[in-house]
């Protein structure tokens, strides 16, 4: 029976000498990653978590990171994607993941991930103002206007957003609307030329 148990103790501890190894060996490693950030040393960033890579979320988060700063934004959505599917309901990798695709010129993409995340979280600013953009530049006015409004509805005073809906309104024929909206973004910013140009094309 005490020969039963030594085995098993000693099993236990053959496998949990690499995970207790590896924890310090990853929190080294960021660290280390974390110094050559500081120093803008992209590559010397890169190294430590490449020589411990195991494809965890926080590996996976930090490389997308580093890489895009490093402006290798192919890698950087890479592992970023990696990150997205290893946490689906986690925000942090998805607004990661915009970064790239934004240097990569990938709009479709873009909003598709900006769509992901207002499916978690409908009323989250950042995604429902950079969506209406999109549209907006489209010239898809209607569906601009809808993301602004959920931007302006819990931002009331907020200028990027007041202008934005105001310009989405005035190009689907809500004049009134826009008047206001204009009207409101010169409180805001007083003298605003694009306000202004706003309300003389109201006349």
Not at 143 to 169: I, K
Request: aromatic content about 14%; hydrophobic content about 45%.
């Amino acid at each position: 029976m005490d020969l039963v148990k030594l085995t098993f103790a000693t099993a236990a501890l053959v496998y949990a000498t690499p995970a207790a190894a590896q924890a310090p060996d990853q929190a080294a490693a960021f660290a280390t990653s974390y110094t050559a950030e500081a120093k803008a040393d992209y590559a010397d960033a890169i190294a430590p978590i490449k020589a411990i890579y195991t494809g965890t979320y926080e590996q996976n988060l930090r490389l997308g990171w580093l890489y895009f700063l490093a402006k290798n934004y192919t890698a950087a959505a890479a592992h970023y994607q990696k990150a997205v599917e290893q946490r689906p309901y986690a925000l942090e990798p998805k607004f990661g993941l915009i970064k790239p695709l934004n240097a990569l010129g990938q709009i479709e993409q873009m909003l598709s991930t900006y769509e992901s995340i207002l499916k978690i979280d409908p009323q989250n600013t950042q995604a429902n103002y950079w969506t209406g953009v999109i549209y907006l530049n489209r010239k898809t006015y209607t569906q601009a206007a809808h993301y602004f409004e959920r931007v302006v509805n819990l931002y009331p005073f907020d200028y990027d957003s007041t202008l934005s809906l105001a310009w989405s309104y005035l190009n689907i024929g809500k004049k009134a609307e826009a008047r206001a909206l204009y009207t409101k973004a010169l409180l805001i910013r007083p003298g605003d030329a694009a306000a202004t140009a706003g309300l003389k094309r109201l006349q």
